[in-house]
């Protein structure tokens, strides 16, 4: 709660909303970048292309932990 006054002089409580946390690899829990730190209700509003990373997995792994998908799924 931040308290502010208004111009007529009274003095009010405002409730400051709080920033998420920053999306997270699934595997290796390092920070996703190019995934925008937004509230659910915000983040469904926006297009799926700004929503994640446009390649497989994005949004959900890391590249370098993406990389190790790939070369497993080469593999078998």
Do not use: D, Q, W
Not at 51 to 73: A, D, H, N, Q, W
Request: charged content about 40%.
């Amino acid at each position: 709660m931040i308290k502010r006054r208004t111009p007529s002089g009274k003095v009010v409580f405002r409730e400051r909303k709080e920033r998420p946390s920053k999306a997270k690899c699934a595997n290796c829990k390092s920070p996703l970048c190019g995934v925008p730190r937004k509230i659910p209700s915000e983040l469904r509003k926006l297009s799926a292309t700004e929503r994640r990373p446009e390649r497989p997995y994005g949004g959900y792994f890391c590249p370098s932990c993406s990389r190790e998908v790939f070369r497993e799924k080469a593999r078998v």
